[in-house]
């Protein structure tokens, strides 16, 4: 993996969120870009430096496309989903659901993601 290439997924994802909130609206976008992608993102950040090292630039990006009434209220609306399905998790019998410690780290993911995206300031050290 290089630079290059995680530069490039995180533009194309942001592009292809813009077309998606043209033609669905912004909870459609935002679902697709910081609901899905981002999470994806931060997840391969934490095994990878090229994808840590674009973390950055991807959240800047996000905080650029949408405003911060937008990232409260939307991140609101994720997090209330995820409580449900978390909720789900713990009533279900079935098989095939998401095991205890796959919830532990979505949700590792999820709290990750929105402390970088309402940070009243984002910097490097």
């Not at 813009?18 to 609901?35: C, E, H, N, P, S």
Request: include cysteine; hydrophobic fraction near 40%.
């Amino acid at each position: 993996m290089n630079v290059r290439k995680a530069h490039n997924i995180w533009i194309e994802q942001c592009e292809a969120a813009q077309t998606i909130k043209a033609r669905f609206g912004l909870t459609a976008a935002f679902d697709y870009l910081v609901g899905e992608k981002s999470m994806s993102f931060a997840s391969s950040a934490s095994r990878h430096p090229d994808f840590a090292r674009e973390l950055p630039r991807f959240v800047s990006e996000v905080r650029r496309m949408f405003t911060p009434d937008e990232i409260g209220a939307q991140l609101a609306h994720i997090e209330r989903s995820h409580n449900e399905r978390n909720v789900d998790v713990l009533e279900e019998d079935d098989l095939l659901r998401e095991g205890p410690a796959a919830v532990v780290e979505r949700v590792q993911k999820f709290m990750l993601v929105k402390e970088l995206l309402t940070a009243p300031m984002l910097g490097t050290s």
